[in-house]
């Protein structure tokens, strides 16, 4: 399995603070069938900053301390990028990384509570510079979970996103996952992956997660979602479904 979206790296944000704790989350994606990992630091979050040139730096020691430790995982060098109107420039000046060297895919993460106005407009100028915006974990979005026409739009227009393993297990909350659901079965999401942390608080849980995607919405979404993240990782053109508005859910009251 390919994880896209994971905060290997130690001692840059939230994630890992020690090279051993890196190490030990390393362990526990290899006993979960996980043999490629995209680092994806935060890179212009509020509380952190991993310029391209030390996160690249990093993930070449880490990929040294993983060969020496017989680990099995190959990690590459990308960011969770917090979205800023700068992006263009930055990728231009090699402080922005895509998700693969070379690539076409950005991970682009929204504050938690809104999507900045100039959101349309700087995923268009992407697209027109050949770049693919992916967002982060939109199901955990306030404003996306209150009006999902509004992710819909974007989806519709180009855009990609990634929901977190965790929000489709129910750690997360049951009306996060309901909404994880609702946008697998519109087609406005196109990749599972774990934002692991820390092997106890915030572990990979991909397999639990495919296992409840195939319960829900069989074997072939499962498939595809896993094909995906391969293409990914080859900078080729993903599968997406025809997006859908998110079906609301009709309660007692609505029905007089």
Do not use: W
Request: hydrophobic share 35%; aromatic share 8%.
């Amino acid at each position: 399995m390919i994880d896209i979206h994971c905060h290997i790296l130690p001692e840059v944000d939230d994630g890992p603070q020690t090279l051993a704790d890196s190490l030990e989350l390393a362990r526990l994606a290899e006993s979960e069938g996980i043999t490629k990992i995209i680092a994806t630091p935060h890179h212009q979050h509020p509380s952190f900053e991993n310029d391209g040139f030390s996160v690249l730096r990093k993930v070449e020691e880490l990929n040294e301390a993983l060969q020496k430790a017989n680990i099995h995982i190959t990690v590459i060098a990308s960011q969770e990028i917090r979205i800023h109107g700068e992006i263009i420039q930055h990728l231009e000046l090699g402080d922005v990384l895509p998700t693969t060297p070379g690539g076409s895919y950005l991970l682009v993460e929204f504050p938690s509570n809104s999507v900045p106005h100039y959101t349309t407009r700087l995923f268009y100028d992407l697209q027109m510079k050949g770049y693919t915006p992916i967002i982060a974990h939109p199901e955990r979005n306030k404003v996306f979970k209150e009006d999902p026409s509004i992710l819909y739009e974007l989806v519709k227009n180009g855009s990609l996103t990634q929901v977190t393993a965790s929000s489709l297990t129910g750690h997360l909350g049951k009306k996060v996952k309901r909404f994880t659901e609702q946008l697998i079965d519109a087609n406005l999401t196109h990749f599972i992956s774990s934002d692991a942390h820390h092997v106890k608080e915030r572990p990979f849980r991909l397999l639990e997660a495919y296992s409840e995607v195939e319960k829900g919405f069989g074997i072939e979404t499962v498939y595809e979602y896993k094909e995906n993240a391969e293409l990914l990782l080859g900078n080729q053109h993903v599968q997406v479904g025809t997006p859908e508005p998110v079906k609301k859910r009709i309660g007692l009251f609505n029905l007089f």
